[in-house]
């Protein structure tokens, strides 16, 4: 979370803001810094109660995964909305379409008390002009009326069809209920990606919003990262563990210093590390620490143990390899251990994982073209 800070942390859940999120705060003062202090304040009073808005719909998300036993990494606010780093997707499409669903339900409900609040307190008139004009939010009965229709706006761009976004993730879950999770993953992500093109090119032709265009590329990369994801997980079904371990592996001494276990790290072209006590495994130690540590103290003379170690439970040659996946998933790592009897036999990379998966591609081609 380098590129985000804390702003708290609310049911169990850590909240960030993206480093550039001030950035939409100066943008609104810019436009609206012609109108009086009062009005500037309302504006941007309007900018931070849509984001708490947004951050309810993320917790929507979350409170619905946490159901289904998913827990929540985070919830960080960009510019360009909200995102609940989930532990994992429910795999069930049932779970998996209440999840989805859950984020815009929460703005339905916030605009069900909003709007007719503002339809009985405030009078409509000269609404659109005042939306559109110069000034964003000239007065509360705007504001009012502005928060309740931008929550109708997000439950509608939210809900349009474009893997990853909550709409995609609806229509996958249901295409799953008849075509398998994999096709309905395929399906869903090629037709996300046709939404990405559009949003992408309205964006350019309109001269419009550049942030229409960010979402559009995040839309297309993150559908395509899903989907390698579900490909793995589909072609790790019905593999053990042992089919994937590898028994030559690097692991650095805990008494090794900070430096020597970069230099070694390197030149095995290792990723991410594990740590041993006399060949004990006691943890993972992810590289972009260690770099982070070593550069930020200007110092490798320390040793491992001063570096933080996650403490990420080890794989049973007995495991499906499909545990690995979750297991470096939940953890953001990409090596995990393996034990046999209490004795560390090999590890598990998400390199040879990737490898599988090409593996299976090509015998799904040479099939194909026989």
């Known amino acids: ?80 909305g909200g995102v609940a780093q989930l532990e994992s997707i429910p795999e069930k499409p049932r779970q998996e379409l209440w999840v989805a669903i859950a984020g815009p339900l929460v703005n339905v409900a916030i605009a069900a008390v909003l709007i007719p609040f503002a339809f009985f307190a405030f009078p409509l008139s000269g609404f659109g002009e005042e939306i559109i004009g110069e000034a964003l939010v000239p007065d509360i009965a705007t504001l009012v009326w502005a928060l309740g229709a931008v929550n109708i706006s997000l439950v509608l761009f939210n809900l349009i069809p474009a893997f990853p976004m909550d709409g995609g993730r609806v229509l996958r879950a249901l295409l799953a209920m008849k075509l398998g999770r994999l096709k309905a993953t395929t399906w869903a992500v090629r037709i996300g990606q046709f939404f990405a093109l559009l949003f992408a090119i309205y964006a350019i032709v309109s001269g419009g919003s550049p942030f229409l265009f960010i979402i559009a590329i995040f839309i297309y990369f993150a559908a395509r990262s899903e989907e390698r994801y579900v490909k793995i997980d589909h072609a790790l079904s019905n ?12 692991s650095a001494d805990q008494n090794a210093t900070l430096q020597e276990t970069l230099s070694n790290s390197v030149n095995q072209g290792e990723d991410d590390l594990l740590v041993t006590d006399e060949g004990r495994y006691i943890g993972v130690l992810r590289k972009r620490d260690l770099m982070q540590k070593v550069l930020r103290e200007q110092t490798g003379s320390a040793s491992v143990l001063s570096a933080t170690l996650l403490q990420v439970p080890s794989l049973q040659l007995t495991d499906s390899a499909k545990v690995a996946l979750k297991t470096m998933q939940k953890h953001r790592i990409n090596v995990l251990p393996v034990m046999n009897s209490g004795e560390m036999v090999g590890v598990v990379y998400w390199r040879v994982l990737q490898q599988l998966l090409q593996y299976n591609n090509f015998q799904k081609s040479s099939t194909a073209a026989n």
């Not at 593999?239 to 690097?250: D, P």
């Open 1 to 80: 979370m380098g590129s985000s800070w804390k702003i708290g942390r609310f049911l169990d859940i850590d909240v960030f803001i993206h480093w550039s999120f001030p950035l939409i705060i100066l943008y609104f003062l810019y436009i609206s810094g012609a109108g009086s202090a009062a009005t500037v304040a309302l504006s941007v009073a309007f900018i931070l109660l849509l984001f708490v808005c947004v951050t309810l719909h993320e917790y929507g998300h979350a409170l619905a995964a946490r159901g289904y036993g998913i827990n929540t990494r985070s919830i960080t606010l960009s510019p360009i």
């Open 239 to 250: 593999r053990q563990i042992h089919e994937v371990t590898q028994e030559h592996f690097y």
